[in-house]
């Protein structure tokens, strides 16, 4: 009689061993139950991505009988997901590969995400801006224009220009920037945060002077 299929059979070939230590640590008595997500064959000679929960069904001396399986078919999750990460990669590359500082802030002002553009322009290492607010890199009056200019995004959802603003360096010197913010928006519509993009016109604006 021809033995009949189990689960670690069908599974992809570079999956079968997690697949395995899971099945002794059930058979051993160390766990009842487990919950894996790996690649299964089907008829096709295609794979399919599946959550498999397996659950040991013993005797009453507790030996193994049998396997109580089911597995949830989720391929097209993979692929969404997948898509969006390769979406995302593309995004950021993109963003690094343009001259000017693209940024995004939560509710507070607080850095969420930047290009490395922005840490050239206001001059701070990567993980001295993330988090930061632009109080703690600008004076007071400044201050409080950007927070009149982004509390005005936030109440119209109209997108705002930001000219001639001075910010402070870690090293102490000064830059004028300009720039532009947006209001973004979660998956309910609800404003979640703000995005823009600033450019340092301080050589601009001296030669304007002289």
């Known amino acids: 009689?021809?033995?009949?299929?189990?689960?670690?059979?069908?599974a992809h070939p570079d999956d079968r061993e997690k697949t395995r230590k899971l099945s002794r640590k059930a058979r051993d008595g160390k766990i009842n139950s487990y919950?894996?997500?790996?690649?299964?064959?089907?008829?096709?000679?295609?794979?399919l991505w599946?959550?498999?929960?397996?659950?040991?069904?013993?005797?009453?001396?507790?030996?193994?009988?049998?396997?109580?399986?089911?597995?949830?078919?989720?391929?097209?999750?993979?692929?969404?997901?997948e898509a969006l990460i390769q979406s995302g990669r593309r995004y950021r590359n993109i963003l690094e590969s343009i001259e000017e500082g693209y940024f995004e802030v939560d509710l507070k002002g607080d850095f969420t995400f930047f290009n490395d553009q922005v840490c050239e322009i206001i001059g701070y290492?990567?993980?001295?801006?993330?988090?930061?607010?632009?109080?703690q890199y600008t004076t007071p009056?400044?201050?409080?224009?950007?927070?009149?200019?982004?509390?005005?995004?936030?109440?119209?959802g109209e997108s705002a220009k930001i000219a001639?603003?001075?910010i402070i360096r870690k090293d102490g010197t000064k830059k004028i920037l300009e720039?532009?913010?947006?209001?973004?928006?979660?998956?309910?519509?609800?404003?979640s945060?703000?995005?823009?993009?600033?450019?340092?016109?301080?050589?601009?604006?001296?030669?304007?002077?002289?």
């Open 179 to 191: 720039g532009s913010a947006s209001l973004m928006r979660n998956s309910d519509n609800e404003p």
């Open 35 to 47: 919950q894996i997500e790996t690649r299964y064959l089907k008829k096709n000679g295609d794979y």
């Open 50 to 81: 599946g959550i498999a929960q397996a659950t040991a069904i013993k005797d009453n001396n507790g030996h193994l009988q049998y396997w109580l399986s089911l597995i949830e078919d989720i391929t097209e999750q993979k692929a969404a997901k």
């Open 193 to 210: 945060g703000f995005r823009g993009i600033l450019r340092d016109v301080t050589d601009r604006i001296q030669a304007q002077k002289e």
């Open 164 to 166: 001639k603003y001075e």
């Open 1 to 10: 009689r021809e033995r009949a299929q189990a689960l670690i059979d069908i």
């Open 141 to 156: 009056a400044t201050a409080k224009k950007m927070f009149q200019i982004f509390n005005r995004v936030f109440k119209t």
């Open 125 to 135: 290492p990567r993980q001295d801006l993330m988090g930061m607010n632009n109080r």
